[in-house]
């Protein structure tokens, strides 16, 4: 009986040992057939790419267009720059013909500005020039007269390796610290703040026996200011928060994220959009408290201010003349975008609704405006 005992637990022990070695091997075989097609795809891209190598040859390499332009009408006064490039060694052929007389028909190396040839009051050129190092070249050609013109630009590739290779023009703008020969003007929106501190105001006292009380707020805009953005904090309690006095940071802030595609700087009669107010939707308004609102006005002028603070009655539109597009009554917190008045004040009329208590009010203001600045149309090589 123990004899049997043993010899079953011999027999489980090599089969045991058998299935083990069995899934080893189906595993060492697996990992040996994937390891074979990784070389056999490594082989078969080195040969390919011997064989690409192998049908490319010296006689290959001829000149072949990168600038084809048949027919061509070019006004009358008018700038034409196109724009190719070539790799080291490679060979560049121009050829250009005209019904009318150019002015000049230049070539440019971009990355230095220098100028490879020009030709003046000409009809016909002919050139070819090697290049030495990589570059991206432009063609700029003025057309005093109404013209047509033929154009084409061949590079020849000095080698296989500039033959087969894969680099592409890449267009850029670069903004410059001054204006140079080729340079151009762009506008760009910029801020300002009006306030170095958000202004405190106490707009309601409960030593006024009608329950109401007025403040007025000259606001100085500079004077190359387009609109101002503006927000009023409005409140029951005395404290400052920390959201006061951060206007100016959330405005540069926005700016940077709004997607601009194309919208213009400012509001106009022909754009109901811009990016001041792409810049206004993307604010908060400050922290509004409930029990706590102002009948606010905007004034161009100083003289409706007086009218305002003299007026005792609720006839506001016959009373003086405001800003109703930007005016609100009974308004909590708020937010704004106002344009510069011509005489570069804006006035703000607060008036308190709420009976025997203070009000307090934290006005601040950014200036936004037009920034001129020069830069460059450049282009670069990606290999």
Same mark, same amino acid.
Request: aromatic share 12%; with cysteine.
């Given at each position: 009986?123990?004899?049997?005992?043993?010899?079953?637990?011999?027999?489980?022990?090599?089969?045991?040992?058998? %299935?083990?070695?069995?899934?080893?091997?189906?595993?060492?075989?697996?990992?040996?057939?994937?390891?074979?097609?990784?070389?056999?795809?490594?082989?078969?891209?080195?040969?390919?790419?011997?064989?690409?190598?192998?049908?490319?040859?010296?006689?290959?390499?001829?000149?072949?267009?990168?600038?084809?332009?048949?027919?061509?009408?070019? =006004? =009358?006064?008018?700038?034409?720059?196109?724009?190719?490039? %070539?790799? $080291? @060694?490679?060979?560049?052929?121009?050829?250009?013909?005209?019904?009318?007389?150019?002015?000049?028909?230049?070539?440019?190396?971009?990355?230095?500005?220098?100028?490879?040839?020009?030709? @003046?009051?000409?009809?016909?050129? &002919?050139?070819?020039?090697?290049?030495?190092?990589?570059?991206?070249?432009?063609?700029?050609?003025?057309?005093?007269?109404?013209?047509? +013109?033929?154009?084409?630009? $061949?590079? @020849?590739?000095?080698?296989?390796?500039?033959?087969?290779?894969?680099?592409?023009?890449?267009?850029?703008?670069?903004?410059?610290?001054? @204006?140079?020969?080729?340079?151009?003007?762009? #506008?760009?929106? =910029?801020?300002?703040?009006?306030?170095?501190?958000?202004?405190?105001?106490?707009?309601?006292?409960?030593?006024?026996?009608?329950?109401?009380? /007025?403040?007025?707020?000259?606001?100085?805009?500079?004077?190359?200011?387009?609109?101002?953005?503006?927000?009023?904090?409005?409140?029951?309690?005395?404290?400052?928060?920390?959201? &006061?006095?951060?206007?100016?940071?959330?405005?540069?802030?926005?700016?940077?994220?709004?997607?601009?595609?194309?919208?213009?700087?400012?509001?106009?009669?022909?754009?109901?959009?811009?990016?001041?107010?792409?810049?206004?939707?993307?604010?908060?308004?400050?922290?509004?408290?409930? &029990?706590? #609102?102002?009948?606010?006005?905007?004034?161009?002028?100083?003289?409706?201010? /007086?009218?305002?603070?003299?007026? %005792?009655?609720?006839?506001?539109?016959?009373?003086?003349?405001? &800003?109703?597009?930007?005016? =609100?009554?009974?308004?909590?917190?708020?937010?704004?975008?106002?344009?510069?008045?011509?005489?570069?004040?804006?006035?703000? %009329?607060?008036?308190?609704?709420?009976?025997?208590?203070?009000?307090?009010?934290?006005?601040?203001?950014?200036?936004?405006?037009?920034? #001129?600045?020069? +830069?460059?149309?450049? +282009?670069?090589?990606?290999?």
């Amino acid at each position: 009986m123990k004899k049997i005992i043993l010899t079953i637990l011999i027999v489980s022990i090599f089969a045991s040992c058998g %299935g083990k070695n069995e899934n080893t091997a189906k595993e060492n075989e697996k990992n040996e057939n994937e390891k074979n097609e990784n070389e056999k795809n490594e082989n078969e891209k080195t040969k390919e790419s011997v064989i690409t190598k192998k049908k490319i040859t010296e006689k290959d390499l001829i000149f072949k267009p990168v600038i084809t332009k048949s027919g061509e009408l070019a =006004a =009358a006064d008018s700038f034409i720059v196109k724009d190719f490039f %070539g790799l $080291s @060694k490679d060979s560049i052929r121009i050829k250009f013909n005209s019904d009318n007389k150019v002015k000049f028909f230049s070539i440019v190396e971009q990355r230095s500005g220098r100028i490879v040839k020009t030709f @003046k009051k000409t009809s016909e050129v &002919d050139f070819t020039y090697d290049v030495y190092f990589d570059n991206p070249f432009s063609i700029k050609i003025y057309f005093p007269k109404e013209s047509y +013109y033929n154009l084409e630009v $061949s590079r @020849k590739s000095g080698s296989v390796e500039n033959y087969l290779s894969n680099a592409k023009l890449i267009r850029d703008s670069v903004i410059v610290s001054k @204006k140079t020969n080729r340079s151009k003007i762009g #506008t760009t929106m =910029a801020f300002e703040k009006v306030f170095n501190q958000p202004k405190k105001y106490i707009v309601s006292s409960t030593f006024s026996m009608s329950g109401e009380s /007025k403040v007025y707020v000259p606001i100085e805009i500079p004077n190359n200011t387009v609109e101002f953005i503006y927000t009023l904090r409005i409140s029951g309690e005395d404290g400052t928060q920390r959201e &006061d006095g951060r206007l100016f940071n959330d405005v540069n802030r926005i700016s940077k994220k709004v997607k601009v595609f194309g919208l213009p700087l400012w509001e106009s009669e022909e754009n109901s959009n811009s990016l001041s107010r792409e810049i206004l939707n993307s604010l908060f308004p400050p922290k509004k408290d409930e &029990d706590y #609102t102002l009948n606010v006005f905007f004034f161009d002028k100083q003289q409706e201010i /007086k009218k305002f603070i003299k007026y %005792g009655g609720k006839e506001y539109t016959s009373a003086f003349k405001y &800003d109703i597009n930007n005016s =609100a009554l009974s308004t909590q917190s708020r937010v704004g975008l106002v344009k510069r008045p011509n005489s570069g004040f804006s006035y703000i %009329g607060l008036q308190s609704t709420s009976s025997f208590s203070k009000t307090y009010v934290w006005l601040d203001v950014v200036a936004l405006y037009e920034k #001129t600045f020069h +830069y460059e149309i450049r +282009y670069r090589l990606q290999k």
